[in-house]
């Protein structure tokens, strides 16, 4: 049995919103202005712990919002 405090795979990231809810930008398909920045995007956990890719990722996201708003 694995016990986990992270809750992986709840909104799984997919390029299709049949096989998951946020696309490869952390954005929730088919929903404007909602994303998702955590290890509940991983479909299954790694090895060790996820703390340093989170925030990798959230960073990853934050980059990925102040490009586009500097496109509207």
Not at 9 to 20: L, V, W
Not at 21 to 35: F, S
């Amino acid at each position: 049995m694995v016990i986990n405090g992270h809750h992986l795979g709840t909104t799984r990231m997919s390029a299709q919103p049949e096989d998951g809810v946020v696309d490869n930008n952390l954005k929730v398909h088919a929903t404007d202005n909602l994303y998702v920045a955590g290890s509940s995007v991983w479909a299954s956990p790694g090895v060790s712990n996820p703390t340093l890719t989170i925030i990798a990722l959230s960073i990853r996201l934050a980059d990925h919002l102040a490009k586009a708003a500097e496109n509207v």
